[in-house]
């Protein structure tokens, strides 16, 4: 099998965005994004900067540390469509997938190739059989500050879902579960949580952001030339 390009091959890629009319190199420039998790409410949400440089894997890498997820399912972003944008799906590609509409390759796309303007809008999806899907907005495209280091989460709300909960309706009649001391599963859900859940509890300040080219070594590192 092919080994795929590393997202870090793509650093030599120099693409211009724009703010204002003033072109911003991808080197300096930065992307703000809204993160929201789509079916819940209150809504859980997450603001992130991140490179402008970045590939979609970065993205993801970035939204998965963010969000509090495991990164341990599939994913793929949805762009454009119903006369939103050019339409494409970027994630990781499935050898045996249908030609004719091709999942590309994340670390192989630059987020500025499909990303041209605040406002932007597309679709990540997580975990393909619980079917977490967020919105993610462009809200801002500008230079990054002096001696800050991005990605940076600037904000968000409540906690993310846990790992393999069932989507948004396991994940309600989790929360239900728990808030009633007499359900009769509550002790076997709390024992799989490892403990209580906070589903309000979220602080920026505690966010890591992982390496995305060590991301993509650990996912891929292995496979055959």
């Not at 300096?28 to 998790?37: A, E, M, R």
Request: with cysteine; glycine share 12%.
């Amino acid at each position: 099998m092919r080994r795929p390009r590393t997202a870090g091959s793509l650093r030599a890629v120099r693409v211009a965005t724009h703010l204002g009319g003033k072109a911003i190199d991808a080197q300096k420039g930065i992307y703000q994004f809204k993160i929201t998790l789509k079916g819940i409410e209150p809504p859980i949400w997450r603001r992130i900067a991140v490179p402008a440089s970045y590939s979609f894997w970065d993205l993801h890498v970035a939204i998965q540390d963010a969000m509090g997820w495991l990164d341990c399912h599939l994913h793929m972003f949805r762009l454009g469509g119903a006369g939103s944008g050019e339409r494409a799906e970027i994630g990781i590609p499935d050898p045996d997938g249908d030609d004719l509409s091709p999942c590309l390759a994340g670390w192989e796309v630059p987020l500025a190739a499909y990303l041209k303007q605040v406002g932007d809008r597309m679709i990540y999806e997580y975990d393909f059989g619980d079917g977490w899907e967020h919105e993610v907005t462009l809200e801002a495209i500008g230079e990054r500050a002096p001696r800050k280091r991005y990605p940076i989460c600037l904000g968000g709300e409540r906690a993310c879902p846990p790992e393999d909960c069932g989507g948004t309706h396991g994940y309600e009649e989790l929360l239900a579960a728990l808030a009633d001391p007499a359900h009769p599963e509550r002790d076997e859900l709390l024992e799989w949580l490892g403990g209580e859940f906070d589903a309000e509890a979220f602080d920026p300040a505690e966010v890591e952001f992982d390496d995305p080219r060590s991301r993509w070594e650990i996912a891929f590192g292995d496979a055959d030339d």
